[in-house]
Antibody, heavy 119, light 109 residues
Framework: EVQLLESGGGLVQPGGSLRLSCAASGFTFSSYEMNWVRQAPGKGLELVSYIDSNSGRTKYYAESVKGRFAISRDNAKNSLYLQMNSLRVEDTAIYYC???????????WGQGTLVTVSS | QSALTQPPSASGSPGQSVTISCTGTSSDVGAYNYVSWYQQHPGKAPKLMIYEVSKRPSGVPDRFSGSKSGNTASLTVSGLQAEDEADYYCCSYGGRNFYVFGTGTKVTV
């Protein structure tokens, strides 16, 4: 069964850091582009970051997180990461990892991990 | 990059049909046949329902269908069932912006 499992969320003060992880199973992780998508409480979906397959050389960041967040992957460990620094209150959201599917779509999604930035 | 525009809400009775629109620009929806739709129940992760405008992943009922005309894509749910009550998000490939999501539509059955 194809599965994605996020971890690493929690409560952090403004200006703090967190590292999210996404463990993949049931498919050849190195063959797929991967993404982090977030959803603020009661709000819609927003692509946070994208990384290409295998080499991980191509990366994308939303303007709102550029320079503060860094996406990476370890294909040997079937894992995706999101290092989040200089966190702001507005970064509070559920963070989902999602695999690229055919034709620029996302499937499956993990269950999400909640990041709360508050003093 | 602005979000794609969806109506905030839509509704229908069981057995009826509902259509949700998703309006973008010539840089995203109008430029590529890479529109996808996601269903999200409260407290759950989004689920892919339609990709490449009108294709259904295996396991998605054929009551769900997608189409596109110009800069506007649409999702139609026919034969509405109680379990179709959820939030629906469209998404388009946006070139250098990769994935651009819609504002979301709450469907009430």
């Amino acid at each position: 069964e194809v599965q994605l499992l996020e971890s690493g969320g929690g409560l952090v003060q403004p200006g703090g850091s967190l590292r999210l992880s996404c463990a993949a199973s049931g498919f050849t992780f190195s063959s797929y582009e991967m993404n982090w998508v977030r959803q603020a409480p009661g709000k819609g979906l927003e692509l946070v970051s994208y990384i290409d397959s295998n080499s991980g050389r191509t990366k994308y960041y939303a303007e709102s997180v550029k320079g503060r967040f860094a996406i990476s992957r370890d294909n040997a460990k079937n894992s995706l990461y999101l290092q989040m620094n200089s966190l702001r209150v507005e970064d509070t959201a559920i963070y989902y990892c999602a695999r690229d599917h055919s034709g620029w779509s996302l499937d499956p999604w993990g269950q999400g991990t909640l990041v709360t930035v508050s003093s | 990059q602005s979000a794609l525009t969806q109506p905030p809400s839509a509704s229908g009775s069981p057995g009826q049909s509902v259509t949700i629109s998703c309006t973008g620009t010539s840089s995203d929806v109008g430029a590529y046949n890479y529109v996808s739709w996601y269903q999200q129940h409260p407290g759950k992760a989004p689920k892919l329902m339609i990709y490449e405008v009108s294709k259904r992943p295996s396991g998605v009922p054929d009551r769900f269908s997608g189409s596109k005309s110009g800069n506007t894509a649409s999702l139609t749910v026919s034969g509405l069932q109680a379990e179709d009550e959820a939030d629906y998000y469209c998404c388009s490939y946006g070139g250098r912006n990769f994935y651009v999501f819609g504002t979301g539509t709450k469907v009430t059955v």
